[in-house]
């Protein structure tokens, strides 16, 4: 389905507790993003990566940490979760064209409650 | 920093008519505007984008326009229907030649049949 899963797709967990989401790919392609939804807000670059091993801050960046070490894994971090943390998380993935941009393929999202 | 506004927040519309929501980015450098629709509970996807040496493209009901000099761009959605009905966000590349967009905070379209 788009070549693009995450998981899981729904959890609630408690505060204080570290919360790992999980984006797989099998398109082979070299961007990979994480974006939260929260209603009046839209979509929020939380952190993206451009490679392996190769990750950056987005604009919503605070208490969340990434890491992939893999091409097809994109793994999202909440180190210790806090009940702002509640929304709907994204993946996305997108491919390279040296001349011009492509648009995101979305995951399905995950629906994170803390409680 | 950076950002899109975009306007109407929320739109309705009677089936038939055309439907438009319109877009403002902030930075200069960006070249690449992509649209997406999100049904509820679904996943945002891609309807249309146009690059910066485009001033507008057609795809079939839909429409997108860009005016660099006022950095606006529009989404148009002539003969609605009511399965047209959806959240719709609009983006704007980070500069140039970033795969890293700024999004809107979405327009919700209601077609009424």
């Known amino acids: 389905d788009a070549g693009i899963t995450q998981s899981p797709r729904h959890k609630v967990t408690e505060t204080g507790t570290p919360v790992t989401l999980r984006c797989h790919q099998t398109?082979?392609?070299?961007?990979m993003y994480w974006y939260r939804q929260d209603p009046g807000h839209g979509l929020r670059l939380i952190h993206y990566?451009?490679?392996?091993?190769?990750?950056d801050k987005g604009e919503v960046s605070d208490g969340y940490s990434v890491s992939r070490s893999k091409t097809e894994d994109f793994l999202l971090t909440l180190e210790s979760a806090t009940s702002s943390q509640t929304s709907v998380y994204f993946c996305?993935?997108?491919?390279?064209?040296?001349?011009?941009?492509?648009?995101?393929?979305f995951g399905s999202g995950t629906r994170l409650t803390v409680v | 920093g950076e950002n899109v506004e975009q306007h109407p927040s929320t739109l309705s519309v009677q089936e038939g008519d055309s439907a438009v929501i319109k877009c403002t980015y902030s930075?200069?450098?960006?070249?690449?505007f992509p649209w997406y629709k999100q049904e509820l509970g679904k996943r945002p996807q891609l309807i249309i984008d146009?690059?910066?040496?485009?001033g507008e493209k057609k795809d079939q009901r839909i429409a997108v326009t860009l005016n660099k000099t006022a950095k606006h761009f529009s989404l148009h959605i002539t003969e609605t229907q009511p399965e047209d009905s959806a959240v719709y966000f609009c983006?704007?590349?980070?500069?140039?030649?970033?795969?890293?967009?700024?999004f809107g905070t979405g327009t919700r379209l209601k077609v009424l049949a």
């Open positions: 996305a993935i997108s491919g390279e064209d040296r001349e011009a941009n492509y648009g995101y393929t």
């Open positions: 398109e082979n392609h070299r961007y």
């Open positions: 990566s451009y490679g392996v091993k190769d990750t």
């Open positions: 930075d200069s450098a960006s070249n690449y």
């Open positions: 146009i690059r910066s040496n485009v």
């Open positions: 983006a704007a590349s980070q500069g140039s030649g970033t795969y890293k967009y700024i």
